[in-house]
């Protein structure tokens, strides 16, 4: 997957979803110490009118992965807090990496996810994601409650993501047509930010934080307190790319296999093409990619984009901390 801005600035919608304006309110003027005669006839005040809420929402109808029906505004926006993002369950670039990362912000946020915040995952592709393929794709990702999975009619799934901003020109690079952003909204304010979806989680989940004004139920360590962080390189692309769905050596995930020992169990130079480009092995007809897609079928291992050297890294780290022989060279280090 090619490198995505990691910019941390709250985004606003470029030409939607801007803050709403506050509209001016004239009041009668009167000499100081007296009531306007028609005082008690004045009208009130006007509210300030929420530029992205029920006028700019349409409000179709679309069906949840538990097959329940609901409308966009109606029942899943309107007087909510809410992080929306698209994705498709056959996709082989970053919809996994996305899901598996938002499950890991889900698990940071705790309850407040279906309480302070609700999620949303709009497919892209629902004439293949019926409610039954998002279910069993919400279930191989481990998707807790307060997060629901949504399918509608096809005209109707391209006009919501045009009011997102997520349409193909927010990325032209993007091979299927999306970018994984995460669309962050408090509709009652009518205020709207946008993130990268596969950013740190505990950093998406400290931007929601200051977003909505959430306050830590316990103070937090203070910065001066921090320890300098210093990471292998393979072991930074491990933990960035791939133990979303994999583990070394706490056993396989519905969303991929335990790596331990994968180095002895597979060929170098299978496991160097198999992480550049593992799409173009699944389309070839590789038998060992083909056996992982039957195996673990709605979630295909994406291909990540890595450089040559990033891979190599990768598998550095995998035979130095998860094969049956560990190397004992030193692995270059991050500055």
């Excluded at 803050?19 to 006007?46: I, L, M, Q």
């Excluded at 807790?144 to 690079?173: C, Q």
């Excluded at 133990?243 to 994968?262: A, F």
Aim: glycine residues 8%.
């Amino acid at each position: 997957m090619r490198a995505r801005s990691r910019a941390a600035a709250l985004l606003i919608f470029s030409g939607a979803l801007l803050y709403a304006p506050v509209e001016p309110v004239r009041a009668h003027e009167t000499t100081p110490g007296t009531k306007s005669p028609d005082a008690a006839a004045a009208p009130a005040a006007p509210r300030a009118r929420n530029r992205w809420g029920a006028d700019y929402f349409p409000n179709v109808q679309l069906t949840t992965h538990n097959g329940k029906t609901v409308r966009l505004y109606d029942d899943l926006l309107k007087g909510k807090s809410v992080a929306l993002t698209v994705m498709y369950t056959a996709c082989t670039d970053a919809c996994p990496l996305e899901t598996a990362n938002l499950v890991r912000l889900q698990q940071i946020l705790g309850d407040r996810v279906g309480k302070d915040i609700f999620f949303y995952s709009v497919s892209i592709d629902p004439e293949r994601d019926t409610p039954a393929v998002l279910k069993n794709y919400a279930e191989k990702f481990g998707v807790g409650p307060g997060w629901l999975f949504l399918t509608g009619k096809p005209e109707d799934i391209s006009l919501i993501v045009k009011k997102l901003g997520l349409t193909r020109n927010v990325d032209l690079n993007a091979r299927d047509g999306h970018s994984p952003f995460l669309v962050i909204g408090n509709e009652p304010k009518g205020q709207w930010t946008k993130n990268s979806a596969v950013d740190n989680p505990r950093f998406l989940a400290a931007n929601m934080g200051t977003f909505f004004g959430w306050r830590d139920a316990e103070p937090q360590t203070s910065y001066a307190e921090a320890r300098p962080i210093v990471l292998e390189r393979g072991q930074y692309q491990f933990q960035r790319q791939c133990n979303l769905c994999h583990t070394l050596g706490q056993g396989d995930k519905p969303t991929g296999p335990d790596l331990l020992g994968v180095t002895d169990r597979r060929d170098r130079g299978w496991l160097t093409r198999y992480i550049l480009a593992p799409d173009k092995m699944q389309a070839a007809g590789d038998p060992i990619a083909t056996a992982l897609v039957n195996k673990y079928k709605t979630v295909r291992m994406p291909n990540l984009s890595l450089a040559s050297g990033d891979v190599a890294d990768v598998i550095a780290y995998l035979e130095a901390h998860g094969g049956s022989a560990p190397r004992e060279k030193a692995q270059k280090k991050i500055p």
